[in-house]
Structures are given as structure tokens and as C-alpha cells.
């Protein structure tokens, strides 16, 4: 059963940063390209950031030079560093394998006030 749990989460300033965390099991973490994405009330839940198994990794516009995306391959960890916070991040975060659409964890709320 594959099972992503998400955290790191919490209420910051504009300007601050939050480091969030995402361990996975039952999954082929070291061979799967990995994302982190987010959820705004009443939208979709949008890609943030992805990373190949090799490291590689993309952002989306809007928080490039900002988010840092990261993985421990041999702790099956994803990680997302969020600096220079605005109020337009406030969302709950997820972490999936790349393009997978199931088996969602229960999130982590990030809210950033101005």
C-alpha cells in the first residue's frame, strides 16, 4: 500500500520560509520521479514542483528561485524548502509520485499572513 505523510506545515509571516517534509512507503521512491503540489480552497490541486529520480527538478512560475525541491532516496523523504513566503502560497501542500493520481496523504497547511 503506498502511503505518502506530509509535514512541516504551519502559519508564517510574509517573508518567512518553512521547510516541508514528505516520507513515503510502499512505493518505488528511488525510481520514481517525485512532486510536490498544493491545493487552494475550492481549486484543484496544482503542481508545484517535480524532481526525477536523478535529480533533476522544475518549478512552476510562480515559485521559481523561491522553492527548493530535494529527496533522500535512501530515507524515501521529499522535501520542499519555501522561502520568501507571500500570502498567495497559502494552500495545503501534498507530495506524490509525478503525474500519480491516487493514494493522496493528508496534506500539510502552510499559511502565510501578510
Known amino acids: 500500500q503506498v502511503q505518502f505523510v506530509e509535514s512541516g506545515g504551519g502559519e508564517v509571516e510574509a517573508g518567512g520560509s518553512l521547510r516541508l517534509s514528505c516520507v513515503a512507503s510502499?512505493?518505488?521512491?528511488?525510481?520514481?520521479?517525485m512532486a510536490w503540489y498544493r491545493q487552494f480552497p475550492g481549486k484543484q490541486r496544482e503542481l508545484v514542483a517535480m524532481?526525477?529520480?536523478?535529480?533533476?527538478?522544475n518549478y512552476i512560475d510562480s515559485v521559481k528561485g523561491r522553492f527548493t525541491i530535494s529527496r533522500d532516496n535512501a530515507k524515501n523523504t521529499l522535501y520542499l524548502q519555501m522561502n520568501s513566503l507571500t500570502p498567495e502560497d497559502t494552500a495545503v501542500y501534498y507530495c506524490?509520485?509525478?503525474?500519480?493520481?491516487?493514494?493522496w496523504g493528508q496534506g500539510t497547511q502552510v499559511t502565510v499572513s501578510s
Open positions: 506524490n509520485e509525478f503525474l500519480r493520481d491516487s493514494d
Open positions: 524532481m526525477t529520480r536523478r535529480g533533476l527538478a
Open positions: 510502499g512505493s518505488a521512491f528511488g525510481m520514481s520521479a
